[in-house]
């Protein structure tokens, strides 16, 4: 009898942990910014892990083919086109590179933030870190995690931007070739 009171007082007391425990995180509002922080960093991630760069050297090797025109070119183009078209095609050059430098580095980055979210997330359930040593813990991290968001922005997302644009920018650009080489043969 005492084996099955005992029994039923730990079955009792666990689920009441567990209750007390799922309280804990539901109350908490810092958990939820961690969850949030972490989706933004779960998604950067599968970016970057999915990352096209097979596709995109190829459409960098035709933008250099662009470029390397254009710098070595007599024909004068009027300052609209140079701010327009040919300005687009090198930041797009330029975007490109730093993007496929920073890649490497920006996965690191983002495997470390998510890990580490993941890590106090994990301590903080099984109580192994108080509410404020969490709160403390979750704005270094967050500080952390801010500093790689602006870099991936910075790379990731201005080289997507770019690349999103070359359907327009590719078909002008090759006509100002078109025009700069029927002038240079008059």
């Known amino acids: 009898m005492r084996i099955l009171l ?3 007082f730990s079955m009792i007391a666990i689920s009441a942990c567990q209750f007390s425990s799922k309280k804990k995180l539901e109350d908490n509002k810092d958990i939820a910014r961690l969850d949030s922080l972490k989706h933004e960093i779960s998604t950067a991630l599968s970016v970057l892990e999915n ?3 097979e596709d995109m050297l190829k459409e960098l090797a035709r933008i250099d083919e662009f470029n390397t025109f254009f710098e070595t070119t007599d024909y004068r183009y009027t300052r609209e086109q140079y701010l327009g078209e040919i300005d687009q095609l090198g930041m797009a050059y330029r975007s490109y590179n730093k993007a496929f430098q920073a890649l490497p580095a920006l996965r690191d980055e983002a495997n470390l933030a998510y890990e580490q979210l993941q ?3 994990n301590a903080f359930e099984k109580g192994q870190v108080s509410d404020e040593e969490f709160a403390e813990y979750l704005q270094q991290e967050q500080e952390a995690a801010n ?4 870099n991936y922005n910075k790379r990731i997302d201005r080289v997507m931007m770019y690349r999103d644009g ?5 078909p002008k650009v090759e006509a100002l070739r078109r025009e700069a080489l029927d002038n240079l043969n008059l």
């Open 166 to 170: 070359l359907d327009t920018l590719i």
């Open 51 to 53: 990352f096209p760069k």
């Open 147 to 150: 500093a790689f968001l602006f």
């Open 6 to 8: 005992f029994t039923a």
């Open 119 to 121: 890590n106090l997330r």
